[in-house]
């Protein structure tokens, strides 16, 4: 979702003998759905490297964050990201207390190095696991997102699907969450099977090859097309920016949504300014009405977002 440092600005079972969902989810055709999810999500990820939205944060706009990014050295002992330990603590303290459920998201754009040595054997997948369930209930964390980007036909994917089914086995039996966040560029590597095991899939509906690199269009259709894949539209959660990019995909001139509009203050308006595409408030407001007919909406990131009337946060809360 998010390259590990892409302006700092982008970003993300079963037991073994059978599928993790019995009845096999397929999908009959792609049409968009009717609003009968009864569920609706905000997921929310912070970065361990911005975090200043910590203390201002409208909680009850969510109901779920993602803490970006918690990977483990090359024994797979899990690393608390932040430099300041306590900030985690803090983090699940404010969430807790708000009834927003706390996840720790593995991975990032260029975080996935030590993940194939640690999933090559069954053992290892087993022990990894292990690694990464006492990691959550060590900081009293309500599930795993997984969020590895490596690109397709990487050594990474060939044991995805038993790593990811033996993570949700134990998950289960620790009552923890298990999702995903994906994107188009590598997800033909990931089985329907894999997508089973996931409690609900965000999907990376930006950095999209269009002017504003994140349309109303490209969450559309990629929406269809998980729902394709055999994945409800009830565990499909729509992603947000909160940032836009040059349209010549300079990654390193990416600026938040808050620093769009301290620039050009009737950002809020349109989502495009100078050479800069984004979603201003209209597009997110057709976006949440979107993910009423889906799962919800998943951002990254909220650290990106203003404090004032022209929040993206609040339009979706006050809207979905």
Known sequence: MKLLFRTLAFT????????????KRI??????????VKEKRVVGY???WSYNCLETLDWD??????????????????????????????????????????????????????????????????DFCKKIVAF??????????????????HILWQNYEAWVKELRRQCSEGDLLLTTAVSTWFSDDISDAT???????????????????????????MARSYAARGIEPARIVIGVPFYGYPHDGTWGDSKSYAELL????????????????YNGMETMKAKTELGKRYGGIMIWHLDHDTQDEHSLLKVIKDNL
């Not at 037991?15 to 019995?22: A, D, E, H, K, L």
């Not at 999908?27 to 009968?36: L, R």
């Not at 090359?74 to 009834?99: C, E, K, S, W, Y």
């Not at 209930?137 to 969020?147: H, K, T």
């Open 195 to 221: 997508f089973d095991c996931f409690d609900f899939v965000n999907i990376m509906a930006y950095d999209g090859p269009f002017e504003s690199h994140s349309t109303m269009d490209l969450a559309e259709t």
């Open 262 to 277: 301290a620039l050009y203050p009737e950002a809020w308006a349109v989502d495009k300014v100078d050479k800069f595409g």
């Open 136 to 153: 959550a209930r060590e900081y009293d964390l309500d599930g795993v997102d997984l969020d590895l980007e490596e690109g397709r036909g």
């Open 61 to 126: 706009a969510l109901t779920h964050v993602n803490i970006a990014f918690c990977n483990p050295d090359t024994l797979g002992n899990m690393q608390n990201p932040f430099t300041n330990a306590l900030v985690l603590d803090r983090i699940v303290a404010l969430a807790h207390n708000n009834d927003v459920k706390v996840i720790a998201s593995l991975g990032g754009g260029g975080g996935g190095k030590n993940y194939p040595a640690l999933i090559q054997t069954p053992q290892g997948r087993e």
């Open 12 to 23: 993300a079972v079963c037991v073994t003998i059978f599928s993790c969902n019995p009845a």
């Open 27 to 36: 999908a009959q055709s792609t049409p968009e759905p009717e609003p009968v």
């Open 46 to 48: 912070i970065p361990s």
